[in-house]
């Protein structure tokens, strides 16, 4: 398991922002603006960040690497709240070029000149990544690019995007590698019961029937499943395999 940015949108770093640009379809603008409006919701930030074992290997990781940061430019992809953009300020970098897609990049310009990081570092730009044209090129990019199951959020493409056109020979990709866990489970508890089982009585009544349908529906799932488990539910439960 893994450990756990529509419209155009122009602020005052449009000149960061491609021009000329062919619109998208209609019903493609209506998914991205939804997608983009959830992460302008503080708690939907409030819940990545109050991860502190994903939040705190990020700092150490910018931490570890701040004798190569001193001076560097570097590129936070989906920078959300800036928090990345800031630990990558606080321990050195010359300037952040915080790219963000949803309206909390005006709010992260603020929270960052709050934090004492003005507009000569800390440079929002408030558009997805692959219709950004930057001023120069970077030697850093970083990203919190993972969701569930690692690649949930399909964010990946656009750091790889990212790095392909901005990121200087011999630049820094943090984090560089990653690994996915696969073991096998029984949803029996957390899918079956619920949404198949629960019709066998409902108010002393057997809608069964209700229950083959749900099962079937299920089987059917074209979208990935998302759920919470328990570890008595996955085969030979323990610790991730040491990588030595």
């Not at 606080?90 to 990081?117: C, D, H, P, T, W």
Request: aromatic share 10%.
């Amino acid at each position: 398991t893994a450990s756990t940015c529509f419209h155009l949108y122009r602020t005052s770093s449009c000149s960061l922002v491609k021009k000329g640009m062919s619109s998208s379809s209609l019903q493609d603008d209506l998914v991205d603006a939804e997608y983009y409006e959830g992460y302008a919701s503080p708690d939907m930030h409030a819940t990545m960040l109050k991860d502190r074992a994903r939040t705190l290997v990020y700092r150490e990781i910018l931490e570890a690497n701040s004798d190569y940061l001193q001076g560097k430019v570097v590129l936070d992809v989906g920078s959300g709240t800036g928090i990345l953009s800031m630990f990558a300020l606080q321990f050195g970098a010359r300037k952040v070029y915080a790219v963000e897609a949803s309206e909390m990049s005006g709010l992260s310009a603020k929270i960052a000149a709050k934090n004492g990081f003005g507009a000569d570092r800390f440079v929002p730009v408030h558009a997805r990544m692959e219709e950004v044209d930057l001023p120069e090129k970077v030697d850093v990019i970083v990203s919190e690019w993972m969701g569930f199951y690692l690649v949930h959020e399909s964010m990946l493409d656009s750091v790889l995007f990212a790095r392909d056109k901005f990121l200087k020979e011999g630049g820094l990709i943090l984090p560089t590698t990653a690994e996915i866990y696969v073991r096998p489970t029984s949803l029996s508890h957390s899918l079956h019961t619920p949404n198949v089982a629960y019709w066998d009585n409902v108010y002393g009544f057997d809608m069964s029937l209700l229950g083959n349908i749900a099962e079937s529906q299920l089987h059917r799932r074209t979208e990935p499943y998302v759920q919470q488990l328990h570890p008595t539910e996955m085969l030979g439960f323990s610790s991730p395999p040491s990588s030595s």
